[in-house]
């Protein structure tokens, strides 16, 4: 047996710099079985922040614009924000060939650093983000900070399936504990409005395999997933968070006293 000696790849920022993985983004893991996944993230997305329609948007991370495409088709004012030119470039001939690129402003930039004040937008959101976030509390709180309402986000989470998906491909991703999360949330001055966790089978098998296997196994996926034990194993969380109203009584006693 030879020992490993090649260093773990870490998909971190960098790696989405790459023009080769840009390319190869969305038809590595949204074609075949993947489509399903594809689906359900943006079912999430739409579920959360609908309606849309007239919303100023930010998307952090945006990547190839998956959703912030889908979000100008439906009436958003989006800006998609991401640390790579190459995954930019996807966005923007998406958002030509989908005719809603008048719609959406594509910005390159830094999540810790949001080139926006302060509740700038009414939403803000991230998918498949903080899974790479080595420093999540800031990402977060720099997202409360530009939205006046709503933040929403996913995590990848420990105790779960994706755990034996880390170990057999380990990509360096983070994964979260539903504490992490509270805290995070809480630290970024949000309260948690509304969750769900969803895919017991972790994405990589359904991305590897065809579109009609992949639909079975997921008919007994969210089957188990509607269990508790089922709802427990889940790879993938959605997490809804608010900003507090000002009128809240223990927001303005909590600001009142940090201003002294
Ligand atoms: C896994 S991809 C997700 C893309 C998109 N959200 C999606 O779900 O299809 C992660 C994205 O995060 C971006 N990213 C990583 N670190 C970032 C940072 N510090 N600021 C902004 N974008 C970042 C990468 O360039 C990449 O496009």
């Known amino acids: 047996m030879s020992a490993r000696t090649e260093p773990v790849p870490v998909k971190g920022k960098e790696w989405y710099k790459a023009d080769d993985v840009a390319e190869e983004y969305d038809s590595k893991r949204f074609s075949r079985g993947g489509r399903l996944i594809d689906r359900r993230e943006k079912e999430a997305v739409l579920g959360a922040l609908s309606p849309v329609e007239g919303k100023r948007v930010l998307e952090i991370a945006c990547g190839t614009g998956r959703f912030t495409v889908m979000l100008a088709e439906r009436g958003a004012d989006v800006a998609g924000l991401d640390i790579s030119r190459a995954m930019l470039a996807q966005g923007r001939e998406k958002a030509r060939d989908a005719g809603v690129d008048d719609h959406i402003s594509f910005l390159l930039g830094d999540a810790a650093r949001l080139p926006f004040p302060d509740d700038h937008f009414d939403a ?15 990402f977060l709180t720099e997202m409360a900070r530009v939205s006046r309402g709503q933040v929403f986000f996913d995590t990848f989470n ?3 399936t994706r755990v034996v998906y880390n170990w057999l491909l380990p990509m360096g991703s983070h994964l979260y504990s539903r504490e992490d999360v509270e805290r995070l949330v809480a630290d970024a001055g949000l309260s948690l ?17 065809p579109g009609t296997l992949a639909a079975d196994i997921r008919s007994v996926d ?7 034990v089922g709802e427990r194993l889940s790879s993938v969380s959605y997490w809804n968070a608010r900003v507090p109203e000002e009128s809240d009584p223990v927001t303005a006693a909590e600001r009142a006293s940090e201003a002294e």
């Open 124 to 138: 803000v959101f991230a998918m498949r983000f903080f899974h790479l976030a080595d420093t999540p509390a800031k």
């Open 158 to 160: 420990d105790f779960s």
């Open 193 to 209: 409005a509304t969750e769900s966790h969803d895919f017991v089978v972790p994405y990589g098998l359904y991305r590897k395999i």
């Open 222 to 228: 969210t089957a188990v997933g509607d269990t508790v």
